[in-house]
């Protein structure tokens, strides 16, 4: 098999919760992954069932080597764009997601993430007491994720330890909802409630919908644990045409 044809055999797109129809490939350097993602992007943009996934999957990178090849931004332009480009990792599996970026998919969040600080501009300047955090990669419990767009105050409140963001956003582009439920509840439910909400934003072009849906822990106690509390939607917008 050719190293720059998707693996047929063994798919892991159940892992990440995208569609069945994303390709995977065997990672076997960086320039021959963009050279894969130049190929996948064009593919992408020339697509017009809009039915092709966004995202790509590489096997067979070990810790060392997503540690030197995709986490470290500020030592090329390559790098740069490598590490803007994962949107997830897991060592145990040498998995790592991609997501390649469409211009709905960067209006979607971009045009959320302004309406946010216009709206705190407006309530007294509150938006210069926000600290805004674009693709801050976070690890807990064996994965790597990063959000589109994440926010936490600039002076944090006493006891509250600074690694986690309080509000995330993420964007996906004709993808199934379970892949945005997966990621809003990991990032509600894996740093103990220090993450306050999820905003998800689904952009389905077939049926020319976007639907907007706000994620927090909601209290739903047991005889076991009183004090259990689940990921799950308490507010949603829907702007269809």
């Not at 590489?58 to 470290?72: R, V």
């Not at 994720?145 to 582009?173: C, F, N």
């Amino acid at each position: 098999m050719e190293v720059d044809e998707p693996v047929t055999q063994n798919a892991h797109w159940w892992v990440f919760c995208v569609s069945s129809n994303t390709s995977e490939y065997q990672y076997s350097g960086q320039k021959r992954l963009y050279s894969i993602l130049k190929k996948e992007s064009q593919a992408l943009k020339d697509d017009k069932t809009h039915s092709k996934s966004q995202y790509l999957i590489f096997s067979n990178i070990n810790e060392w080597t997503f540690l030197k090849d995709f986490s470290d931004p500020s030592s090329s332009s390559f790098d740069k764009l490598l590490y803007s480009l994962f949107q997830e990792y897991i060592p145990a599996l040498s998995l790592l997601l991609i997501k390649m970026n469409t211009e709905a998919h960067e209006q979607a969040h971009s045009a959320l993430h302004t309406i946010i600080l216009r709206k705190l501009a407006s309530m007294n300047s509150l938006d210069l007491k926000l600290r805004t955090i674009p693709q801050s990669a976070k690890e807990s419990n064996g994965r790597t994720k990063k959000a589109d767009q994440s926010y936490k105050p600039r002076v944090l409140p006493p006891g509250r330890e600074g690694k986690w963001p309080s509000v995330v956003i993420h964007a996906a582009w004709s993808q199934p909802p379970k892949k945005l439920a997966d990621d809003a509840r990991w990032w509600l439910e894996e740093p103990a409630g220090d993450v306050k909400a999820a905003l998800t934003i689904a952009v389905n072009q077939t049926i020319k919908e976007i639907k907007i849906e706000k994620w927090e822990l909601a209290p739903r106690a047991t005889r076991q644990n009183p004090g259990k509390r689940i990921a799950e939607v308490t507010r949603r917008v829907v702007v269809s045409q």
